[in-house]
């Protein structure tokens, strides 16, 4: 990517699918330059060679975020970018202590330790020029406690306090910083962990487009909000998640009430 361009430049992890190939239209059709980050190479080729047709220059990044080494790779480039969306991520279920070590270090890397480092290195330069914009998509996992969903929840709930705060100590240094906690959104990150049980069981009316996600953020953004909930109905249901009865409806419509 050239230097000299003038446009702005966005830097979109998890850009290959879902929310973060979202982003990615987006922001290249608003006109800015694109740092394209996954770790799927062939569908994050096919997506830069689309986006340019926007006039704009755009370019891969084949990076892991549960690694050490790709969390440092995508550092590096997200400094001097004008937009960060840090979106990479999966969904986790699994009740505790039946997760390995190891798959749990990698989850907190790449849903919480990640993220926080890749801001950590990156907002500094926004400070400098006073402008930038940070969004952390998070998850409304944040807002309650989840059973069998314990160590999802507690990254989802650290990236949404790292946040919160980092909202309150950027706003009146030119930096926007911005978390997204949608609910449940129609994108292949169900069906890759396995739970189609959570597509057949929960009403249509609970679902998102990417295209929705992205607009209701954006809109937040401007309007200054330190956290969006995307859907009439999660913004409804929030102050409830934490009440006996939506824990045993919830868990009752995704079949975690049983034993096992």
Known sequence: ??????????????????????????????????ILVGRNAAKL??????????????????????????????????????VLVLNAGITHAGSVGKTPPDELAALMRLLALGVM??????????????????????????????????????????????????????????????????????TELMKRAGLHHVERNMPRFMWLTPDEVVDATLVGLARGRDVVVPGWIYRAWKPLMGTRFSQWLWAAMLGRGKKK
């Open 45 to 82: 080729d096919e997506l830069v060679g689309e986006l340019r047709r926007n006039d704009v220059e755009c370019e891969a990044l084949v990076a892991d975020l549960s690694t050490d080494a790709g969390i440092e790779a995508t550092a590096q480039r997200a400094i001097g970018c004008d």
């Open 117 to 186: 480092r890749v801001a950590e290195v990156a907002v500094p330069s926004m400070v400098e020029r006073k402008r930038g914009d940070v969004i952390i998509v998070s998850s409304v996992a944040a807002f309650t406690p989840m059973r069998k969903s314990s160590a999802y929840a507690a990254a989802k709930s650290f990236v949404t306090a790292y946040g919160r705060s980092a909202h309150l100590e950027l706003k009146s240094k030119g930096v926007r910083v911005c978390v997204l906690a949608p609910g449940y959104v129609q």
């Open 1 to 34: 990517m050239s230097e000299t361009s003038l446009r702005p430049k966005a830097l979109i992890t998890g850009a290959s699918s879902g929310i973060g190939e979202a982003f990615a239209r987006r922001y290249a059709r608003d006109g800015y330059d694109c």
